[in-house]
């Protein structure tokens, strides 16, 4: 059974700070990797969808790696502002029956201040 | 184009109820996933429906349903409610759920309070 694991759980930082956000995986048969930001009360927003070929996602300040066989993903992301305060979820997904069905981590809360 | 929706945002029922949370994907899209968010399990998968039938189940008791109409919309129904189904649920539509780059667009969600 896949279990995906975030680390740290919670994380406070002062505006500017460069982060790395972390995900490991047990079951290295993953099809694509996914790192989702929700924001309090509401549902998750798509940030970076790595494949399991690809090594890296960039988009703006964020940049997803992934090592496959280790189980491991980061999520760097540079200069942090007060807007990136919010929950940062991955996503593990496998193929079954004809679609590709996601195992989220816990999270990690990010709460960065002025 | 408008994003996906759900109805209601808030629901407070009590233990032995059913109740039935209702999801609109984006125009388009033809696959439609529930996952049950909980501060103690975190996101799980409920189920995923694609025209109209169910082609993926998680670990759930028979208690909670679904199913998909013909215009896309899903419905999911949960009976016999217990306080331990007190969650945020949420909806995520998909152009397929077939292709490996698929990326699933959430709802905001519908917060059920089980009493």
């Known amino acids: 059974k896949q279990e995906v694991t975030q680390i740290p759980a919670a994380l406070s930082v002062p505006e500017g700070e460069n982060l790395v956000l972390n995900c490991s995986f047990t079951?290295?048969?993953?099809?694509?990797l996914q790192w989702f930001r929700q924001d309090p009360g509401k549902g998750l927003t798509s940030l970076l969808l790595?494949?399991?070929?690809?090594r890296e996602q960039t988009s703006g300040r964020l940049n997803a790696s992934l090592d496959k066989s280790s189980g491991r993903s980061t999520l760097y992301i540079a200069a942090s502002q007060p807007g990136d305060s919010a929950t940062y979820l991955c996503a593990v997904r496998r193929y079954s029956g004809g679609s590709y069905i996601p195992t989220f981590g816990r999270g990690t809360s990010l709460i960065v201040h002025p | 184009k408008a994003g996906v929706t759900q109805t209601p945002r808030y629901l407070i029922k009590t233990r032995g109820q059913q109740v039935t949370l209702s999801c609109s994907p984006i125009s388009g899209h033809r696959s439609v996933s529930w996952y049950q968010q909980t501060p103690g399990q975190g996101l799980q998968f409920l189920f995923e429906y694609f025209s109209e039938t169910q082609r993926n189940k998680g670990n759930f008791p028979g208690r909670f349903s679904g199913r998909q109409f013909s215009n896309s919309r899903s419905e999911m129904n949960v009976s016999t409610l217990e306080l331990g189904d007190s969650a945020l649920y949420l909806c995520?539509?998909?152009?397929?759920?077939?292709?490996?780059?698929?990326?699933?667009?959430f709802g905001p969600g519908t917060r059920l309070t089980v009493l």
């Open positions: 995520a539509s998909s152009p397929s759920g077939t292709g490996v780059t698929d990326t699933q667009y």
């Open positions: 790595i494949q399991s070929s690809q």
């Open positions: 079951d290295s048969a993953i099809y694509n």
